[in-house]
């Protein structure tokens, strides 16, 4: 039978350090001499020792944890997100655990999990938070940062007045909505359509709002709509067969367009982009497979990561100013679709 555990003092006790040292040994970043943390290492290693991450995080009341909500893994999109989030996190000293909801469930479900990890903040994406989830938990002093999504409310300053909203990383999906319409316009397309994906998700309302602005703003009519329900191949497949009248489509996601173009290629027998324009939206990795090379509005995803660390990193430090709404700007791609 195993003896009983070494614990951080001692390990301390046996150095002939403080128990606080060999805390701060473990800890990324911290204040340690080379020498002096190599040696705590080594010894470590030797006793068998295993630093007890919750334990510390009850004695100085801080985790260093992130949690991670997501919801949707399906899409190619997020595993990319995630891939680059948790390394972005790591780097900076933070220790990543991933949640996961069921589509469509809010990430509020997650919130009595997360707590129970003393997890610090919370980066929600693929999934919505409740203005009343979001208010509880930063009523509880923690943290959280939207990736890839808009906080309830953010755009009726009149209703959230004395209500805690979390920070909130995006891309400009109103400004791409733009830049989609005057893509399909300059290549003479005026028959245009949208497909909308989940309802509940403000990046596909963002991104039809800025189609259907840009379209009003030249005196042109609303576009046609078709609303796929999801964001799934299956969903761009069934609903791009009933826009035959279209001559230029803008699908609110890539996955949405790559089954889109497999309808109108090879059940519709249409050409593209002779017959009819397609664009996309996220630039995910299949965009560019030869067999679609999609045209569509490229998210930052390296610079959105990038602020998402930031604001957690802010936050944490004890700034206290109101939420942060940042928006970074969506980059055309020109493929073989457009």
């Not at 510390?56 to 801080?62: G, M, P, V």
């Amino acid at each position: 039978m195993p003896g009983p555990a070494i614990t951080a003092r001692d390990l301390a006790r046996h150095l002939g350090v403080s128990q606080s040292m060999v805390s701060r040994a473990f800890s990324p970043g911290a204040s340690v001499a080379p020498e002096m943390r190599a040696r705590i290492l080594q010894s470590a290693a030797e006793m068998g020792y295993r630093p007890n991450i919750i334990a510390a995080a009850l004695s100085r009341r801080r985790s260093s944890i992130v949690g991670i909500v997501m919801g949707e893994l399906s899409n190619p999109f997020y595993p990319a997100v995630l891939e680059q989030l948790t390394g972005a996190l790591g780097a900076a000293g933070f220790q990543p655990l991933l949640f996961t909801v069921p589509p469509g469930q809010e990430a509020d479900a997650a919130l009595p999990m997360l707590r129970q990890y003393h997890v610090d903040a919370v980066v929600v994406t693929a999934a919505s938070l409740s203005a009343a989830g979001a208010a509880d938990w930063l009523g509880d002093g923690r943290s959280a940062v939207l990736f890839n999504r808009t906080a309830a409310g953010e755009a009726e300053p009149q209703a959230i007045a004395g209500t805690p909203l979390p920070d909130s990383v995006a891309c400009d999906n109103v400004a791409g909505g733009h830049a989609a319409a005057e893509a399909l316009l300059a290549r003479g397309r005026r028959r245009l359509a949208f497909v909308a994906g989940r309802p509940d998700t403000s990046t596909s309302r963002e991104r039809e709002r800025g189609f259907r602005e840009a379209l009003q703003a030249r005196g042109l009519p609303p576009p046609l709509r078709a609303d796929a329900g999801d964001f799934s191949y299956e969903a761009g497949h069934r609903v791009a067969l009933d826009l035959r009248e279209a001559d230029g489509i803008f699908f609110a996601n890539d996955i949405l367009a790559l089954g889109g173009l497999d309808a109108l290629r090879h059940e519709m027998g249409r050409r593209v982009p002779e017959d009819v324009s397609v664009l996309g939206f996220d630039d995910i990795p299949m965009a560019a497979w030869p067999a679609y090379r999609l045209s569509t509005l490229r998210q930052p995803v390296p610079a959105m990561v990038a602020r998402t660390v930031d604001l957690l990193r802010a936050r944490l430090a004890g700034e206290t100013d109101g939420p942060r709404a940042e928006r970074l700007p969506a980059e055309l791609v020109e493929r073989a679709s457009l």
